[in-house]
Nanobody, 124 residues
Framework: QVQLVESGGGLVQAGGSLRLSCAAS????????MAWFRQAPGKERDFVAA????????YYADSVKGRCTISRDNAKNAVYLQMNSLKPADTAVYYC?????????????????WGQGTQVFVSS
């Protein structure tokens, strides 16, 4: 069983930056595809970004492409999401997810483990 714990959320002004972190334990981190999803109030959960097991392959939602960077440190069992040029529309709870299948996916149902989420609020 894999446990995922997100951190780094908070309140930031539009145009600002945040770096989210996700610490994993209880599994073989380096074998999982990792991803970030987000869910705004009253909306569906949306894919943000995913990263392959080695860290060389990444995949972004169009809404964050060019503003966000996903990375991982397999030695530290951690995945990160650097978010720049934040907009009020980025306000959401951000979730870290792990997938045992080594193929990058933007579909939440294909992920096996989820964290509890960290809140990001971007003020205008």
């Amino acid at each position: 069983q894999v446990q995922l714990v997100e951190s780094g959320g908070g309140l930031v002004q539009a145009g600002g930056s945040l770096r989210l972190s996700c610490a994993a334990s209880g599994g073989t981190f380096r074998t999982y595809v990792m991803a970030w999803f987000r869910q705004a109030p009253g909306k569906e959960r949306d894919f943000v970004a995913a990263i392959g097991t080695s860290g060389f392959t990444t995949y972004y939602a169009d809404s964050v492409k060019g503003r966000c960077t996903i990375s991982r440190d397999n030695a530290k069992n951690a995945v990160y999401l650097q978010m720049n040029s934040l907009k009020p529309a980025d306000t959401a709870v951000y979730y870290c997810a792990a997938e045992k299948n080594p193929l990058l996916s933007s579909v939440g149902a294909e992920y096996d483990y989820w964290g509890q989420g960290t809140q990001v609020f971007v003020s205008s």
